[in-house]
């Protein structure tokens, strides 16, 4: 998730169980032509492992370049988005765009999978208008051009995300390809994980909007949201590593996180309003001082 899923995130979410994680979008373009401007969408520490390079393009060529780079940087496998639905991406023909592009999009993958010796994965929807679905017959191109891996949000990039995920499509591709799937769309809680895999068979969980908030939801175990008590220092640890990464930059980033991490606990609305102006750490520290938090809430 772009703007969502930088090192700081993932280490959060490994903490609490997940199994493999992904780099935010990174542009293959750029990364050739302005390498440094990549460098936070790629950042990772080793223990995160393993982990993904996820980019985005749509040209073979650029595409095969950028994979070999990902490789280059050590990451275990490197994954194609072809999911998202932002106007901007689709407008330079990557994304969801290739969605209505079968041939280029298996030609990517194809050069990909020849460029490198890591795993290719592909991120991708149901298709790019609602009154045409693409899979599962896309899904097997993919697998046919070196696609070790896929993962699929079964709603189309019309839909984005209005309306349900249509499961029964992921059960459709798990039906006919011979390589992994992880089934994503409206993952939110260890419920849905569990529906998910027994109705559609997938070999994998691809969590996304689901975790922004909420990294308790790779915790097995765990079947109720945190007390208030856990997540004030689930927070602070993760603005800490924004700090670490982004500098005061970070806690900018944060605002959104945090808004996440708080909502849904009784009287934090006043709160969360003013996390969305706060410039330094210690301005959030004030904020949880200020309002008492752990005597007024926690449990």
């Known amino acids: 998730m772009a703007g969502v899923t930088d090192t ?10 997940a199994d493999v994680v992904f780099t935010e979008m990174a542009s293959a373009n750029m990364m050739l032509a302005a390498p440094t401007r990549n460098e936070a969408f790629l950042r990772y520490e080793e223990w ?9 393009g749509g040209d073979p060529k650029v595409m095969a370049e950028a994979a070999r780079v990902i490789e280059e940087m050590g990451f275990d496998g490197v994954d ?5 639905p932002e106007k901007k991406i689709v407008g330079n023909a990557c994304g969801s765009s290739l969605l209505r592009d079968g041939d280029m999009a298996a030609r990517i993958v194809e050069a990909m999978a020849n460029a490198v010796n890591i795993p290719v994965s592909v991120k991708m929807r149901s298709g790019f208008y609602d009154s045409d679905i693409v899979q599962p017959q896309f899904a097997i191109r993919m697998e ?14 019309e839909q984005a995300y209005k309306g349900s995920a249509d499961w ?10 011979g390589v992994p799937v992880g ?10 994980i569990r529906r998910l895999r027994e109705e559609t068979g997938v070999q994998g969980i691809w969590v996304a909007r689901g975790a922004m908030g909420n990294p308790w939801i790779f915790e097995r175990e765990r ?22 990464y982004k500098g005061n930059h970070g806690m900018i980033e944060m605002r959104k996180h945090l808004t996440w991490y708080f909502n ?36």
């Open 223 to 244: 079947t109720e949201r945190p007390p208030l008590a856990e997540v004030i220092e689930t927070a602070l640890e993760h603005a800490r590593l924004m700090v670490k």
């Open 48 to 56: 995160e492992r393993p982990i993904i390079g996820q980019i985005m």
């Open 8 to 17: 700081a995130f993932r280490q959060i979410c490994k903490r609490h169980g």
């Open 168 to 177: 029964t499509i992921t059960r459709q591709i798990v039906e006919n390809v």
């Open 144 to 157: 046919n051009a070196g696609a070790a891996a896929l993962a699929i949000h079964p709603r189309t990039k």
């Open 80 to 84: 194609v988005n072809m999911g998202c």
């Open 264 to 299: 849904g606990f009784p009287g934090a609305a006043a709160l969360r309003e003013q996390m969305k102006t706060v410039n330094v750490y210690e301005d959030l520290v004030r904020l949880i001082e200020q309002h008492q938090l752990l005597e007024r809430f926690a449990a």
């Open 183 to 192: 089934g994503s769309g409206d993952v939110m809680d260890r419920e849905a």
